[in-house]
């Protein structure tokens, strides 16, 4: 079975300031990792993935998120927020072994970027 | 537009009803998703289809769920007999094998309210 846990519910987060969405994962093999983001009334968008080879991925809009196996992590960051990126944050996780590429994704979390 | 089409974009009905809803994927994505997603929730798996194989169900797909592809193209959710937990957004997504490290392409979802 495969699992995420996104630990905070909200980050609130001055404009300008660094931003960083927790996620924790569990998978019986080696896990693709995802991260999501989604608008209001909106589907979801595709932010970057870990798949394999450098363990910090960088993508699109400037996040980049750091891959830590020992700590079984996946926290999405960037240096600098701002107010556009107020949003619905949701990691994702496949089990590598597992078949039909589904994904299981974490509860979410809103972040709130303050002007 | 070559991305994931979801139509309608909203639905709103009694109680008791049938809802259909239609998903047309990426043209070259022979993998499509369905998913449920509760407000300020994570989306919930419910069922994946293989061009028109219908190859995993979740239990969350009760009886009252049932979803076709039957041409291995567009798919179509229907929901018979609804009830008001059955209000979420139903998304849908694709993929292709040789992206099966790229996650999904989501569409913008169908958000259903029943009254």
């Known amino acids: 079975a495969q699992s995420v846990a996104q630990p905070e519910d909200q980050v609130n987060v001055a404009e300008g300031n660094p931003l960083t969405v927790k996620c924790t994962y569990s998978v019986s093999g080696n896990p693709y990792l995802f991260w999501y983001v989604q608008y209001p009334n909106r589907g979801l968008q595709f932010l970057l993935k870990y798949i394999t080879g450098d363990n910090l991925v960088k993508g699109s809009y400037g996040f980049e998120a750091e891959f830590n196996k020992s700590q079984t992590s996946f926290h999405l960051k960037k240096p600098s927020a701002l107010v556009s990126d107020s949003a619905l944050y949701f990691c994702?996780?496949?089990?590598?072994?597992?078949?039909?590429?589904?994904?299981?994704f974490g509860g979410g979390t809103r972040v709130l970027v303050k002007p | 537009d070559t991305g994931v089409s979801q139509n309608p974009r909203h639905k709103i009905t009694k109680r008791g009803q049938n809802v259909t809803f239609r998903c047309d994927p990426i043209?070259?994505?022979?993998?499509l998703y369905w998913y449920r997603q509760t407000l300020g929730q994570g989306p919930e798996f419910l069922t994946y289809?293989?061009?028109?194989?219908?190859?995993?169900k979740s239990r969350l797909l009760s009886d009252r769920f049932s979803a076709e592809r039957p041409k291995g193209s567009f798919s179509t959710l229907e929901i018979q007999r609804t009830e008001q937990g059955d209000s979420a957004m139903y998304l849908c997504?694709?993929?292709?094998?040789?992206?099966?490290?790229?996650?999904?392409?989501f569409g913008s979802g169908t958000r259903l309210t029943v009254v």
């Open positions: 043209s070259e994505h022979n993998r």
């Open positions: 997504a694709s993929s292709s094998p040789g992206q099966r490290s790229y996650g999904y392409t």
């Open positions: 289809f293989q061009n028109e194989a219908q190859l995993e």
């Open positions: 994702a996780v496949r089990d590598i072994k597992a078949a039909g590429n589904k994904l299981t």
